[in-house]
């Protein structure tokens, strides 16, 4: 699976963004499709996943009701609209994907395809 992640950019806070994800390969409807975060000078984060036939979502607390995934698999393609953004939301979004059971949803390295990522820069 090859992701390509596209829609970062730079924001006010409270504005709203749209990240997109599009993965070529044949496994994208069998897939766990997710993002995660990094920030400047920190670990890379969790944000949120969903699963394969896009009727349940996860999300870390700290973008819980702002975040919202969502997949076509028609089209191949996974997005995280994002509102209400905040500085604090500033980081390169990154897209993954998970084949079978994940395990721990929170832990970057059950995710074996990543995207290049995306730079999201919130001003205050």
């Known amino acids: 699976v090859q992701l390509v992640e596209s829609g970062g950019g730079l924001a006010q806070a409270g504005d709203s963004l749209r990240l997109s994800c599009a993965a070529s390969?044949?496994?994208?409807?069998?897939?766990?499709m997710g993002w995660f975060r990094q920030a400047p000078g920190k670990e890379r984060e969790f944000a949120g996943v969903?699963?394969?036939?896009?009727?349940?979502?996860w999300y870390a607390d700290s973008v819980k009701g702002r975040f919202t995934i969502s997949r076509d698999n028609a089209k191949n393609t996974v997005y995280l609209q994002m509102s209400g953004l905040q500085p604090e939301d500033t980081a390169v979004y990154y897209c993954?994907?998970?084949?079978?059971?994940?395990?721990?949803?929170?832990?970057?390295?059950?995710?074996?395809?990543w995207g290049q990522g995306t730079q999201v820069t919130v001003s205050s």
């Open positions: 993954v994907a998970a084949q079978g059971r994940i395990g721990s949803i929170y832990l970057a390295r059950n995710y074996a395809y």
């Open positions: 969903i699963n394969s036939s896009g009727d349940s979502t």
């Open positions: 390969g044949r496994t994208f409807m069998t897939s766990s």
